[in-house]
C-alpha cells in the first residue's frame, strides 16, 4: 500500500530560526515527490519537486532534499518568517496514474 | 501561469438544500481536474477524477448521487453538493493537470451546513 509518513505532526519554532520536517514514503514505482505549503483555510502551493534523480531543489529559504534509496525526503526552512506559518505536506506520485498519495501534514507556528 | 479558481470560497446553506461549487483553470485547459475534501486538522482526500466530457471516475465510499460532477468544458469543473448535511460540512479543493504529473490546486470551498 502507498503510504506517506510525515513528521513531526506539529512544530513550533522562533522567528528566525531553521527547521527540518521530514517524510518518508512506500510510494512504488517512484515518479515525483512534491512539498506544499497550505496556508489555514487556502488551497495547496508548489513549493518544490523533485524526481528519481534529484537529490536537492531549493526555492528561497526552501530547500528540499530526497534519498530515492531510502524513500526519505526533507524540507529545511531557514531564517523562518511568521508568515512561514502553515501546514506543509509531502506529496509523492507514483509512476503509474494522476493519483497522489498525501502525508497528514507537519503545522509549523513560527512565533515573534 | 497554471491558475486554478475556484468559487464560491465560502458558502452557507441550510440542510437539505444543494450547492454547488465551481473550479476554473484561468491560463490553461484542463482535461483532467480532480476533487478533494479536507477535514480540519487532515490531510486531502480525494474524491473524484473530473474527464472533460466523459463521466466522473468517484473513489471508494464517494456517493455519485450526493457529490453530482459535471467538467463540461476544458476550463470548468462543477461538484454540487445535493442535500447537503451537516456532516458535508467541509473544506473542498479541486485542482486541474496542465501536464501529466503536475496537478496545480484551487484555493479551496469552505462549505458549512447548518
Known amino acids: 500500500k502507498n503510504q506517506v509518513e510525515q513528521s513531526p505532526q506539529s512544530l513550533i519554532i522562533l522567528e528566525g530560526k531553521n527547521c527540518t520536517l521530514q517524510?518518508?514514503?512506500?510510494?512504488?514505482?517512484?515518479?515525483?515527490l512534491r512539498w506544499y505549503k497550505q496556508d489555514t483555510g487556502r488551497g495547496p502551493v508548489s513549493l518544490t519537486i523533485?524526481?528519481?534523480?534529484?537529490n536537492t531543489k531549493s526555492n528561497g529559504r526552501y530547500t528540499a532534499t530526497l534519498d530515492a534509496d531510502t524513500k526519505q525526503s526533507s524540507l529545511h526552512i531557514t531564517a523562518s518568517q511568521l508568515s512561514d506559518s502553515a501546514s506543509y505536506i509531502c506529496v509523492v506520485s507514483a509512476i503509474t496514474g494522476y493519483a497522489l498519495n498525501f502525508g497528514k501534514g507537519t503545522s509549523l507556528l513560527v512565533t515573534p | 501561469g497554471a491558475v486554478v479558481s475556484q468559487h464560491p470560497s465560502w458558502v452557507i446553506c441550510k440542510s437539505g438544500t444543494s450547492v454547488k461549487i465551481e473550479c476554473r483553470s484561468l491560463d490553461f485547459q484542463a482535461t483532467t481536474m480532480f476533487w478533494y475534501r479536507q477535514f480540519p486538522k487532515q490531510s486531502l482526500m480525494l474524491m473524484a477524477t473530473s474527464n472533460e466530457g466523459s463521466k466522473a471516475t468517484y473513489e471508494q465510499g464517494v456517493e455519485k448521487d450526493k457529490f453530482l460532477i459535471n467538467h463540461a468544458s476544458l476550463t470548468l469543473s462543477t461538484l454540487t453538493v445535493t442535500s447537503a448535511h451537516p456532516e458535508d460540512s467541509s473544506f473542498y479543493i479541486c485542482?486541474?493537470?496542465?501536464?501529466?504529473?503536475?496537478?496545480?490546486f484551487g484555493p479551496g470551498t469552505r462549505l458549512t451546513v447548518l
Open positions: 517524510c518518508n514514503y512506500t510510494v512504488s514505482p517512484f515518479s515525483n
Open positions: 485542482s486541474a493537470i496542465l501536464r501529466t504529473d503536475t496537478q496545480y
Open positions: 523533485m524526481t528519481f534523480s534529484e
